[in-house]
């Protein structure tokens, strides 16, 4: 599988794509780390556990691309797939992932241009996570490449052990796993989201009874 070359974007290779959207990637992982340690600075409590990034690989990115009825170009590439780049953020409590939406979509070279809310509203396989496409600029010697895209998922380490297997159980059965598992991962689901409740509101608690001793 290959992807054409299509110059109207000024991007002429694969390898250009790769430095071009790993700066994305570097520039947003330092945005986080930086936002990570002030807050640790202001609230002496870190949200990120750990942060992952990858580049979708060509195949990956053609696969895609035939699926919504796409010419493998470079081209199309850019315009039509939204996760070349991705960063996955792994918080401690729901309420982080909304906290660090926030604190994302306030920064002034990061533009916010779609989010899916899949914890409020989680798929029906029991998948939840919060996802943003963002776009940042990257600055060349010679250029500027505007609206880089960047995919953005923020989930709890609970919702991240439950999707790290779903991926597998997906692949395993390439699509089409039995439904007894399906249910099954459906009622894990159920679980996942009752620790996590569970979890925030012990943290909570203990947080009221540190400041209380504070006074």
Not at 65 to 79: A, C, P, V
Not at 94 to 119: C, F, H, N, P
């Amino acid at each position: 599988m290959e992807l054409k070359v299509d110059y109207r974007d000024g991007i002429d290779s694969w390898k250009e794509v790769t430095l071009i959207y790993s700066a994305a990637l570097r520039q947003i992982e330092t945005k986080l780390e930086i936002l990570n340690d002030e807050f640790q600075h202001v609230h002496l409590y870190n949200p990120i556990e750990h942060i992952k990034s990858r580049i979708k690989t060509p195949e990956s990115i053609v696969k895609k691309l035939k699926r919504g009825g796409y010419e493998s170009t470079i081209d199309n590439m850019i315009k039509y797939v939204n996760d070349i780049a991705g960063i996955r953020i792994i918080c401690s409590f729901t309420s982080d992932i909304y906290r660090l939406a926030e604190m994302i979509g306030t920064q002034k070279d990061i533009r916010v241009v779609k989010v899916k809310d899949y914890i409020t509203y989680p798929k029906a396989s029991g998948y939840k996570s919060y996802h943003l496409i963002v776009t940042v600029p990257v600055y060349l010697s010679d250029r500027m490449i505007e609206d880089t895209k960047v995919e953005i998922q923020i989930r709890t380490v609970a919702m991240d052990f439950w999707a790290s297997l779903e991926h597998k159980i997906h692949y395993k059965f390439e699509g089409d796993a039995p439904e007894y598992i399906r249910n099954e991962l459906v009622e894990c689901a159920k679980m996942v989201t009752d620790l996590d409740a569970r979890m925030l509101k012990l943290n909570d608690e203990v947080s009221a009874i540190s400041r209380e001793r504070n006074m």
